[in-house]
C-alpha cells in the first residue's frame, strides 16, 4: 500500500534548472533509503543519486551539478538538477527502500511512475 509520486519534471533549456520531488506515502515504519533514477531513450536505466540517513552519493555525470535531499518528517525526496545540459534528458524514476511493519522482514523496494525532464534549447 505504499506509494511513490513523483513531480517537477518538465522542459528547460541547457544550462537551466530543475527541482523533482518524491512523496512517499501509505503504511510506513522505517525509509531506509531513496533514490533518483534515469533512463534516456536506448540506454539502460542508471542510478543518478542515493541518500541513506546523512550519507548521498551520485553518479559521475551529475557531480557538482545534482543534489539529492530528504525531509524526513514529510517522507520526501527532491533533486535539485542545476546546469543541466542535453544529455540529462531522461524519464527519472523514485526509488525508495522502505519497512512497513516495524520488527518484522517487510522491507522491500518501491518504484515511482516517472517523470520526464527534457533539455532542449
Known amino acids: 500500500q505504499v506509494q511513490l509520486v513523483e513531480s517537477g519534471g518538465g522542459l528547460e533549456q541547457p544550462g537551466g534548472s530543475l527541482r523533482l520531488s518524491c512523496a512517499a506515502s501509505g503504511t510506513i515504519s522505517t525509509i531506509y533509503v531513496m533514490g533518483w533514477y534515469r533512463q534516456a531513450p536506448g540506454k539502460q536505466r542508471e542510478l543518478v543519486a542515493s541518500?541513506?540517513?546523512?550519507?548521498?552519493t551520485y553518479v559521475d555525470s551529475v557531480k557538482g551539478r545534482f543534489t539529492i535531499s530528504r525531509d524526513n518528517a514529510k517522507n520526501t525526496v527532491y533533486l535539485q538538477m542545476n546546469s543541466l545540459n542535453l544529455e540529462d534528458t531522461a524519464v527519472y524514476y523514485c526509488?525508495?527502500?522502505?519497512?512497513?511493519?516495524?520488527?518484522?522482514?517487510?522491507?522491500?523496494?518501491?518504484w515511482g511512475q516517472g517523470t520526464q525532464v527534457t533539455v532542449s534549447s
Open positions: 541518500i541513506t540517513g546523512g550519507t548521498t
Open positions: 526509488y525508495a527502500d522502505i519497512r512497513t511493519i516495524p520488527l518484522t522482514t517487510t522491507r522491500r523496494g518501491y
